[in-house]
């Protein structure tokens, strides 16, 4: 069936170093893959996505890197500040007909310490 | 353009009781999906509307049900309550067309069962 799987669970970081969160997906049909920033009591927000037609894709000190052939996509945070400590989902759809249906991984709990 | 709202924000039911919660999405968007969030199990897909009509399923009993009217706002309704069904439900609004299938969330309706 379909699955995301994310790692880690944790991750520390002293501020100014980089982060770096994985996931696997199952479904080869997937070709979208959102990521999303959830901050304590606050809703999901939308931080970056990439495509399957696309191997990387950066937006200043965020970037995502997508290998369709190991059904892998990963979330590389750069200069990390103490505001990007949050929750961080990934998460699997299939783009155009079925996009509705996003299967998230279970999230990273990303602590950036000052 | 205004995002995501959803009412009421917070609900106390007791179990065996039935309750429904409104999500409006952002002006223009057509796709609804809704999700369950809690520690254990993460953010799970329970449906998505398209212009009136279910899209997607996700793998929840019958009591979860939903509906979605002409100007877009959509309700789900949970019957029967269970002590289980405690949980953040979040809707999400996607333009899904063209371009643009990224999702945006609203705050989410904190429903908590006794």
């Known amino acids: 069936g379909e699955n995301v799987e994310q790692h880690p669970s944790t991750l520390s970081v002293q501020e100014g170093d980089s982060a770096v969160i994985k996931c696997t997906y199952s479904?080869?049909?997937?070709?979208?893959f959102p990521w999303y920033k959830q901050e304590l009591g606050k809703r999901p927000q939308l931080i970056i996505d990439?495509?399957?037609?696309?191997g990387e894709k950066k937006d200043q000190r965020i970037a995502v890197t997508l290998n369709k052939t190991a059904k892998h996509f990963s979330l590389h945070i750069t200069e990390t500040q103490p505001e990007d400590s949050a929750v961080y989902f990934c998460?699997?759809?299939?783009?155009?007909?079925?996009?509705?249906?996003?299967?998230f991984g279970q999230g990273t709990t990303l602590q950036v310490k000052p | 353009k205004a995002g995501v709202t959803q009412t009421p924000r917070y609900l106390i039911k007791t179990r065996g009781q039935q309750v429904t919660l409104s999500c409006s999405p952002i002006s223009g968007h057509r796709s609804v999906s809704w999700y369950q969030q809690t520690p254990g199990q993460g953010l799970q897909f329970l449906f998505e509307?398209?212009?009136?009509?279910?899209?997607n399923k996700g793998n929840f009993p019958g009591r979860f049900s939903g509906r979605q009217f002409s100007n877009s706002r959509s309700e789900m309704n949970v019957s029967t309550l269970e002590l289980g069904d405690s949980a953040l439900y979040l809707c999400a609004s996607s333009l899904a067309t063209g371009n643009s299938y990224e999702q945006y969330f609203g705050p989410g309706t904190r429903l908590t069962v006794t």
């Open positions: 998460a699997a759809s299939m783009y155009s007909g079925n996009t509705g249906k996003l299967i």
């Open positions: 509307y398209f212009s009136e009509t279910q899209r």
């Open positions: 479904d080869s049909a997937s070709n979208y």
């Open positions: 990439i495509r399957s037609n696309v």
